[in-house]
Nanobody, 114 residues
Framework: QVQLVESGGGLVQAGGSLRLSCLVS????????MGWYRQAPGKQREMVAT???????NYADSVKGRFTISRDNAKNAVYLQMNSLKPEDTAIYYC????????WGQGTQVTVSS
């Protein structure tokens, strides 16, 4: 069974940094896209960043210049480096991967205090 396991969330002050990690197990990667979405209380889930197998990256306008996505195909892992964090970045962050179909992690909480 495919599992996506996130780690690295936590509480940080505004201006600080966090690094999220996601490891995909139970499969040999067969898709071409991995990424991160987030959902704040009372808000819809939104795309934060995605990266293709070949390394093409896409970011939401709100995080450009602050967040960096990367992946390790050998480890079947995807990472999100988050710098200059703002209170509005507070959300549950979900790992996402397209294999034979889309898969989601259970999420990790990121809280940024003012």
């Amino acid at each position: 069974q495919v599992q996506l396991v996130e780690s690295g969330g936590g509480l940080v002050q505004a201006g600080g940094s966090l690094r999220l990690s996601c490891l995909v197990s139970g499969t040999v990667f067969s898709g071409n896209l991995m990424g991160w979405y987030r959902q704040a209380p009372g808000k819809q889930r939104e795309m934060v960043a995605t990266v293709t197998r070949g390394g093409t990256m896409n970011y939401a306008d709100s995080v450009k210049g602050r967040f960096t996505i990367s992946r390790d195909n050998a480890k079947n892992a995807v990472y999100l480096q988050m710098n200059s964090l703002k209170p509005e970045d507070t959300a549950i962050y979900y790992c996402y991967a397209i294999l034979t179909r889309p898969y989601w992690g259970q999420g990790t909480q990121v809280t940024v205090s003012s």
